[in-house]
């Protein structure tokens, strides 16, 4: 079992910058491939970016490519999401998940969820 706490979300001016961590429980999280997802308003969850357990493989969707980047601390159990550039369309509400071994990027693929944190950036 996995437990996820999100934290570092708020109300942020456009091209502003906002650093999400994801504080993981358990001691295997390095066998964990993490996953930022989100969530706007009448839209369904959408993958953010997604990490390997080592770190090794990163993968982001193409709208956060070159703005946001994930990382992973394995000592400390958290994975961070350092959002930069940010726009209105990056609304939302973040999870993090975890994921047993190989790294994915659909939600489907996950098995934990943290509770989310809120992310707003106005124009």
């Known amino acids: 079992q996995v437990q996820l706490v999100e934290s570092g979300g708020g109300l942020v001016q456009a091209g502003g910058s906002l650093r999400l961590s994801c504080a993981a429980s358990g001691r295997t999280f390095s066998r964990y491939a993490m996953g930022w997802f989100r969530q706007a308003p009448g839209k369904e969850r959408e993958f953010a970016a997604a990490?390997?357990?080592?770190?090794?493989?990163?993968y982001y969707q193409d709208s956060v490519k070159g703005r946001f980047t994930i990382s992973r601390d394995n000592g400390k159990n958290t994975v961070y999401l350092q959002m930069n550039s940010l726009k209105p369309e990056d609304t939302a509400v973040y999870y993090c998940?975890?994921?047993?071994?190989?790294?994915?990027?659909?939600?489907?693929?996950?098995?934990?969820w943290g509770q989310g944190t809120q992310v707003t950036v106005s124009s």
């Open positions: 990490i390997s357990g080592s770190g090794g493989s990163i």
């Open positions: 998940a975890a994921r047993y071994r190989s790294i994915e990027t659909k939600s489907g693929e996950y098995d934990y």
